[in-house]
C-alpha cells in the first residue's frame, strides 16, 4: 500500500531517535573497541610504569627505556604485551561500562551539555561513570596489575592469578586497594570526561556544528582530557598499586602507603613516579579511546537508524 504524506512525516519522525535500548548496546559495543584500541597500542608503556611504581628504584626517561630494553632482550617483544590478556579481559567490560554509564548518567543528571550551562553536574556524570566501571571490573585490575610485575612462571594465565589469590591470600584480597582506586577514579574520570565534552561543545560552536567533532579533533581533546585527569589524581594510583602487588602485608592501609612511600622515597620520586611516562601514554591512551568510541558509536548508530527507515517505509 502506498504511502501517504502524512505517513512518511511520522515515519522521518520516528528514526530521528534510537530507543535506549539501541543506545545502551552500541555505546557498550563502542566503547568494548575503544578500551581494546587503546590500551593494545600503550600496553608496552603500562607494564613499564606499573613495574616503576611497585618498586622503590628511582624513575627516568633513562631507566625506562633501559628496562624495556633489557625486556626485549632477555623475554623478547610479547613479553613488552604481558598481562595485556588480563587488561583485555578487564578493559572491554570496563570502558563498555564506563562510556555506556557516562551516557546514562548524563542523561538521568539532565546534563545541558550543549547549553554548557551544568559544568557541576557534567564532572559528576563523570566520576560516577568511573566509579560504576571501576567498581564492577576491580578484581580483573588487580589481576592485570599482578600480572606485569611478576614472571610467567608464578601466574602463566588469568585464571592462575584468581585461583592464587584465592587459596593463598583469600578472596577479600582481590579487593585490596580498591578504596584509593575510587578516590582517584573520582577526579580522573571526572576531570577527563569533563574536559573532553567541554572541549568539544566549544568545538561545535567556534569550529563545526557536527555532533562529532572530525577524529583528529577528538584525538587531541582526549588527549588534552587524559593529561589533565590522570595528573589530578597520580599520587592514589601509587597507592592502588602498591597494595594490589602487596604479598606481604606491607601496604595495609591509604595512609599509611602515603607516608611510606613518601618518607622513603619523597614526593617526586615517590608519588609522582612515572607521572611524566602517564605524559606520553595517558594522552595517547585517552585520546585513541574517546576518539574511537565516538566514531564507531555514531557508525552504529547511523547503521541502526538507516535500518530502521527501510524497515518503517516497507510497513
Not at 589481576?143 to 606485569?148: D, F, I
Given at each position: 500500500?502506498?504511502?501517504?504524506?502524512?505517513?512518511?512525516?511520522?515515519?522521518?519522525?520516528?528514526?530521528?531517535?534510537?530507543?535506549?535500548?539501541?543506545?545502551?548496546?552500541?555505546?557498550?559495543?563502542?566503547?568494548?573497541?575503544?578500551?581494546?584500541?587503546?590500551?593494545?597500542?600503550?600496553?608496552?608503556?603500562?607494564?613499564?610504569?606499573?613495574?616503576?611504581?611497585?618498586?622503590?628504584?628511582?624513575?627516568?626517561?633513562?631507566?625506562?627505556?633501559?628496562?624495556?630494553?633489557?625486556?626485549?632482550?632477555?623475554?623478547?617483544?610479547?613479553?613488552?604485551?604481558?598481562?595485556?590478556?588480563?587488561?583485555?579481559?578487564?578493559?572491554?567490560?570496563?570502558?563498555?561500562?564506563?562510556?555506556?554509564?557516562?551516557?546514562?548518567?548524563?542523561?538521568?543528571?539532565?546534563?545541558?551539555?550543549?547549553?554548557?550551562?551544568?559544568?557541576?553536574?557534567?564532572?559528576l556524570a563523570g566520576s560516577l561513570a568511573g566509579?560504576?566501571?571501576?567498581?564492577?571490573?576491580?578484581?580483573?585490575?588487580?589481576?592485570?596489575?599482578?600480572?606485569?610485575?611478576?614472571?610467567?612462571?608464578?601466574?602463566?594465565?588469568?585464571?592462575?592469578?584468581?585461583?592464587?589469590i584465592y587459596h593463598l591470600e583469600g578472596i577479600?584480597?582481590?579487593?585490596?586497594?580498591?578504596?584509593?582506586?575510587?578516590?582517584?577514579?573520582?577526579?580522573?574520570?571526572?576531570?577527563?570526561?569533563?574536559?573532553?565534552?567541554?572541549?568539544?561543545?566549544?568545538?561545535?560552536?567556534?569550529?563545526?556544528?557536527?555532533?562529532?567533532?572530525?577524529?583528529?579533533?577528538?584525538?587531541?581533546?582526549?588527549?588534552?582530557?587524559?593529561?589533565?585527569?590522570?595528573?589530578?589524581?597520580?599520587?592514589?594510583?601509587?597507592?592502588?598499586?602498591?597494595?594490589?602487588?602487596?604479598?606481604?602485608?606491607?601496604?595495609?592501609?591509604?595512609?599509611?602507603?602515603?607516608?611510606?612511600?613518601?618518607?622513603?622515597?619523597?614526593?617526586?620520586?615517590?608519588?609522582?613516579?612515572?607521572?611524566?611516562?602517564?605524559?606520553?601514554?595517558?594522552?595517547?591512551s585517552v585520546g585513541i579511546s574517546y576518539a574511537?568510541?565516538?566514531?564507531?558509536?555514531?557508525?552504529?548508530?547511523?547503521?541502526?537508524?538507516?535500518?530502521?527507515?527501510?524497515?518503517?517505509?516497507?510497513?
Open positions: 500500500m502506498a504511502k501517504t504524506a502524512e505517513n512518511i512525516s511520522v515515519s522521518h519522525k520516528k528514526v530521528k531517535t534510537l530507543s535506549n535500548t539501541q543506545l545502551v548496546i552500541t555505546s557498550l559495543a563502542a566503547g568494548a573497541v575503544a578500551g581494546a584500541l587503546a590500551k593494545s597500542t600503550i600496553a608496552p608503556l603500562d607494564r613499564t610504569k606499573i613495574n616503576f611504581q611497585v618498586s622503590h628504584k628511582p624513575y627516568s626517561t633513562r631507566k625506562a627505556l633501559k628496562f624495556i630494553l633489557k625486556t626485549l632482550k632477555s623475554e623478547g617483544i610479547l613479553a613488552l604485551w604481558r598481562g595485556n590478556s588480563a587488561t583485555m579481559a578487564r578493559i572491554v567490560p570496563h570502558a563498555a561500562i564506563q562510556f555506556t554509564a557516562h551516557e546514562q548518567w548524563k542523561r538521568i543528571l539532565k546534563v545541558d551539555q550543549a547549553g554548557g550551562t551544568t559544568p557541576g553536574k557534567l564532572f566509579v560504576t566501571s571501576q567498581s564492577l571490573t576491580y578484581p580483573l585490575d588487580l589481576a592485570r596489575a599482578r600480572m606485569a610485575v611478576t614472571s610467567r612462571q608464578e601466574y602463566s594465565t588469568l585464571r592462575q592469578v584468581f585461583m592464587k577479600t584480597v582481590l579487593y585490596r586497594g580498591y578504596v584509593p582506586t575510587i578516590l582517584g577514579v573520582i577526579p580522573y574520570a571526572g576531570v577527563s570526561f569533563f574536559i573532553y565534552d567541554t572541549l568539544k561543545r566549544l568545538y561545535r560552536e567556534h569550529v563545526d556544528p557536527k555532533q562529532t567533532p572530525h577524529p583528529l579533533a577528538s584525538l587531541g581533546f582526549g588527549a588534552i582530557a587524559g593529561m589533565l585527569g590522570q595528573s589530578s589524581s597520580y599520587p592514589l594510583d601509587i597507592v592502588r598499586r602498591r597494595m594490589q602487588t602487596d604479598t606481604n602485608g606491607q601496604y595495609s592501609t591509604i595512609v599509611g602507603t602515603l607516608k611510606y612511600v613518601y618518607k622513603r622515597e619523597g614526593l617526586k620520586r615517590g608519588l609522582y613516579k612515572g607521572l611524566s611516562m602517564n605524559w606520553i601514554k595517558g594522552p595517547i574511537t568510541y565516538d566514531n564507531v558509536k555514531d557508525f552504529l548508530r547511523n547503521i541502526l537508524t538507516k535500518y530502521r527507515t527501510k524497515v518503517l517505509y516497507i510497513e
